[in-house]
C-alpha cells in the first residue's frame, strides 16, 4: 500500500479524480505530510482538463478525525514564536486548498464515513455535495482542545444552518448522527455503509458525465451569489447563460433535447 498522506487518482476515461486522505491508523487526522499532499492533489486536480468531477474520501473507517493533536502536543515543546510559525504555515496552506476547492469550476463530492470532525467537518462542508455512510458521525470538536475552528468551518455552518444551529454546533461540540447532518442541511444523501463506494460512483459520473462549464459556471453563481444583491446577480446569470450557450455542450443538449435522445456531453 502507498505510504503518502495523501492519495490521488485520476480516471480519465471516466473523468473523476479522487483523492484519498490516507493515514488511516491516525483516523486520517491532518498532519505536515497531509496538508502539503492535499495541496498537490487539489492543484493537480483544479488544473486538470481531463478531470470533470473531484471525490475526497478517507481511507479505511473514517473520513477524517480533524487535526493530529499528538503532532500538536509536540509542538508544546518548541518556542511559541516557533509553534506559531509552524501552525501559521499549517493552515495558510490548507486554506488554500479550501479556496481550491470552492473556487474550482468543476463538482466536488465528499464520501463520507464514521469520524467527520473538526477540519474534516470543515472540509466536507466546503465541497459541493456530500454523501454519507450510516454511521458517520459529526461534531466541530474545537472547543475540545481550547481553539476556534478553521477551514471555514464559521463560513460554512452559518450559512447552511443559521447563527444558532451554527453556535451550538461550535460552542459545545456534540456528536451528532448522519439523520441530523442530513436533516440539518450538512449532507445530501445517507447510504448503507456497504453501499457507499457503489453510491460515490454512481453520483461522481453522473456529475462527470454532465456539461462540465455549465456545472462549473452554477457552481460559480451559487457561490457568489451569497455576497451580491438581486440585480447584480441577475447580470451575472445573464452572461454566464450567453457564455454557456456558445458551448459544444449546449448544442448537444438542445440537438438531443430535439431529437429525443440522451445528451453526450464532453466537457466544453
Same mark, same amino acid.
Do not use: W
Given at each position: %500500500?502507498?505510504?503518502?498522506?495523501?492519495? &490521488?487518482?485520476?480516471?480519465?476515461?471516466?473523468? #473523476?479524480?479522487?483523492?484519498?486522505?490516507?493515514?488511516?491508523?491516525?483516523?486520517?487526522? $491532518?498532519?505536515?505530510?497531509?496538508? @502539503?499532499?492535499?495541496?498537490?492533489?487539489? /492543484?493537480?486536480?483544479?488544473? *486538470?482538463?481531463?478531470? =470533470?468531477?473531484?471525490?475526497?474520501?478517507?481511507?479505511?473507517?473514517?473520513?477524517?478525525?480533524?487535526?493530529?493533536?499528538?503532532?500538536?502536543?509536540?509542538? &508544546?515543546?518548541?518556542?511559541?514564536?516557533?509553534?506559531?510559525?509552524? !501552525?501559521?504555515?499549517?493552515?495558510?496552506?490548507?486554506?488554500?486548498?479550501?479556496?481550491?476547492?470552492?473556487?474550482?469550476?468543476?463538482?466536488? $463530492?465528499?464520501?463520507?464515513?464514521?469520524?467527520?470532525?473538526?477540519?474534516?467537518?470543515?472540509? %466536507?462542508?466546503? +465541497?459541493? !455535495?456530500?454523501? @454519507?455512510?450510516?454511521?458517520?458521525?459529526?461534531?466541530?470538536?474545537? +472547543?475540545?482542545?481550547?481553539? /476556534?475552528?478553521?477551514?471555514?468551518?464559521?463560513?460554512? !455552518?452559518?450559512?447552511? !444552518?443559521?447563527?444558532?444551529?451554527?453556535?451550538?454546533?461550535?460552542?459545545?461540540?456534540? =456528536?451528532?448522527?448522519?439523520?441530523?447532518?442530513?436533516?440539518?442541511?450538512?449532507? *445530501?444523501? #445517507?447510504?448503507?455503509?456497504?453501499?457507499?463506494? %457503489?453510491?460515490?460512483?454512481?453520483?461522481?459520473?453522473?456529475?462527470?458525465?454532465?456539461?462540465?462549464?455549465?456545472?462549473?459556471?452554477?457552481?460559480?453563481?451559487? *457561490?457568489?451569489?451569497?455576497? =451580491?444583491? &438581486?440585480?447584480?446577480? &441577475?447580470?451575472?446569470?445573464?452572461?454566464?447563460?450567453?457564455? +454557456?450557450?456558445? /458551448? =459544444?455542450?449546449?448544442?448537444?443538449?438542445?440537438?438531443?433535447?430535439?431529437?429525443?435522445?440522451?445528451?453526450?456531453?464532453?466537457?466544453?
Amino acid at each position: %500500500m502507498d505510504d503518502s498522506a495523501v492519495l &490521488l487518482n485520476v480516471d480519465e476515461a471516466s473523468g #473523476i479524480a479522487t483523492i484519498t486522505l490516507n493515514r488511516p491508523q491516525a483516523l486520517n487526522a $491532518l498532519n505536515q505530510a497531509m496538508v @502539503a499532499g492535499f495541496d498537490e492533489a487539489t /492543484s493537480q486536480v483544479a488544473s *486538470n482538463s481531463a478531470v =470533470r468531477a473531484v471525490v475526497i474520501e478517507g481511507a479505511g473507517p473514517h473520513f477524517m478525525a480533524g487535526g493530529d493533536i499528538k503532532y500538536f502536543h509536540l509542538t &508544546l515543546n518548541d518556542p511559541e514564536y516557533r509553534r506559531r510559525e509552524i !501552525l501559521e504555515g499549517m493552515i495558510g496552506k490548507v486554506h488554500e486548498s479550501v479556496i481550491r476547492i470552492r473556487s474550482m469550476e468543476k463538482p466536488v $463530492l465528499a464520501s463520507v464515513r464514521g469520524a467527520v470532525a473538526g477540519f474534516g467537518l470543515s472540509l %466536507m462542508n466546503a +465541497c459541493d !455535495l456530500a454523501i @454519507a455512510a450510516s454511521d458517520s458521525y459529526f461534531t466541530l470538536a474545537y +472547543c475540545h482542545i481550547g481553539t /476556534s475552528p478553521d477551514g471555514g468551518g464559521t463560513y460554512g !455552518l452559518p450559512r447552511l !444552518l443559521g447563527l444558532k444551529q451554527a453556535m451550538e454546533i461550535a460552542l459545545l461540540g456534540d =456528536r451528532f448522527d448522519a439523520e441530523t447532518a442530513f436533516r440539518f442541511g450538512l449532507i *445530501n444523501r #445517507i447510504v448503507p455503509v456497504d453501499d457507499l463506494a %457503489m453510491a460515490t460512483n454512481d453520483l461522481a459520473k453522473r456529475l462527470a458525465q454532465g456539461p462540465t462549464q455549465a456545472l462549473g459556471r452554477t457552481k460559480r453563481l451559487l *457561490n457568489e451569489s451569497l455576497n =451580491r444583491n &438581486l440585480n447584480e446577480q &441577475l447580470n451575472a446569470e445573464q452572461e454566464s447563460f450567453v457564455d +454557456c450557450a456558445m /458551448s =459544444r455542450d449546449f448544442a448537444e443538449g438542445v440537438s438531443a433535447f430535439v431529437e429525443k435522445r440522451k445528451p453526450v456531453f464532453k466537457g466544453n
